[in-house]
Nanobody, 125 residues
Framework: QLQLVESGGSSLQPGGSLRPSCVQPGDASGAYCMSWFRQAPGKGRLVVASIDGDDRTRYAEFVKGRFTISQDNNKNILDLQMNSLNPEDSGVYYC???????????????????WGQGTQVTVSA
């Protein structure tokens, strides 16, 4: 069974950068769509970025030009490079996987089969 383990969350000041990672121990060949979601206190999970097995990427409008999603060749490590962070970027960041290509439903958290435990990112002055 696919497992996801996030790391790399931290507290930092506005304008800073962070690069959380998500590791898939074992065989990652069954995951065709990988995404990062963010959950702020009291709110639902919101997609941030997605990447398909063929490395096609998609981004939420509020992170375009600031965040970059990437994965290694073996599809075992998923990264999210976050630049120019602001307080609205704060929350728990989750990586998620689905055994289908991202497609038009990539924004819906209900479409994902497997989730990590999350990593906290806090941006404040």
């Amino acid at each position: 069974q696919l497992q996801l383990v996030e790391s790399g969350g931290s507290s930092l000041q506005p304008g800073g950068s962070l690069r959380p990672s998500c590791v898939q121990p074992g065989d990652a060949s069954g995951a065709y769509c990988m995404s990062w979601f963010r959950q702020a206190p009291g709110k639902g999970r919101l997609v941030v970025a997605s990447i398909d097995g063929d490395d096609r990427t998609r981004y939420a409008e509020f992170v375009k030009g600031r965040f970059t999603i990437s994965q290694d060749n073996n599809k075992n490590i998923l990264d999210l490079q976050m630049n120019s962070l602001n307080p609205e970027d704060s929350g728990v960041y989750y990586c998620a996987a689905r055994k289908r290509y991202c497609g038009s439903l990539w924004r819906l958290d209900s479409q994902y089969d497997t989730w990590g435990q999350g990593t906290q990112v806090t941006v404040s002055a």
